[in-house]
């Protein structure tokens, strides 16, 4: 099975910060990986699909991006409706699997 | 509007069975593969079922192949994931998710609380 490894496991940083949020795929995926926002009582709410593709009504500071097995999210200009756990989820072959998250918190 | 309702879920004892059901709308469902996901309390995201849009290619997660079947009603816009021989480990919050093709799972739903417990 494909394993996606996700770093940091938590973080917090200020208001207006950029933060990079990454996920290291154990096989190649090509661009088959999506990144979701997971608020406590809320479905996960898709936010890049296909390594860089906002999702609908995504705001544009975030963004995705891929190197080789790696891949990122990015969030330019953090701010507090931000707070959240994000999941990497790659979708090339089954078992799908998802990365364990990121705790992204405030500073 | 894209809408994924789950209903189904609720207490039961370890070894029983429960089927949990996920009513579409907004779209042709039949025209798109669904996913069950799950996340057990306290713990991560776990992906564990696909169907595709006629049935035809079904996956399982290791963690419930043999136990669980999902299966879909493309007629009354349904998709189903009939639960047995339960564990405590299948205790989470199950989501039924669209698969949107390229997107991956794209619509999901609010999702159904199962807890196997004696």
């Known amino acids: 099975d494909i394993q996606l490894t996700q770093s940091p496991s938590s973080m917090s940083a200020s208001l207006g910060d950029r933060v990079s949020l990454t996920c290291q795929s154990s096989q190649g995926i090509g661009n088959y990986l999506s990144w979701y926002q997971h608020k406590p009582g809320k479905p996960p709410k898709p936010m890049i699909y296909y390594a860089t593709n906002l999702a609908d009504g995504v705001p544009s500071r975030f963004s995705g991006s891929r190197s080789g097995s790696d891949y990122s999210l990015t969030i330019s200009s953090l701010e507090s409706e931000d707070t959240a756990i994000y999941y990497c989820l790659q979708y090339d072959e089954y078992p799908n699997t998802f990365g364990a998250g990121t705790k992204l918190e405030l500073k | 509007e894209v809408q994924l309702v789950e209903s189904g879920g609720g207490l039961v004892q370890p070894g029983r069975s429960l089927k949990l059901s996920c009513l579409a709308s907004g779209f042709t469902f039949s025209n798109y593969g669904m996913n069950w996901i799950r996340q057990a309390p306290g713990k991560g995201l776990e992906w564990v079922a696909s169907i595709s849009s006629s049935s035809s290619y079904i996956y399982y997660a290791d963690t419930v192949k043999g136990r669980f079947t999902i299966s879909r009603d493309n007629a009354k816009n349904t998709l189903y994931l009939q639960m047995t021989s339960l564990r405590s480990e299948d205790t989470a919050l199950y989501y039924c998710?669209?698969?949107?093709?390229?997107?991956?799972?794209?619509?999901w739903g609010q999702g159904v609380m199962v807890t196997v417990s004696s």
């Open positions: 998710a669209r698969d949107g093709g390229l997107p991956g799972p794209d619509y």
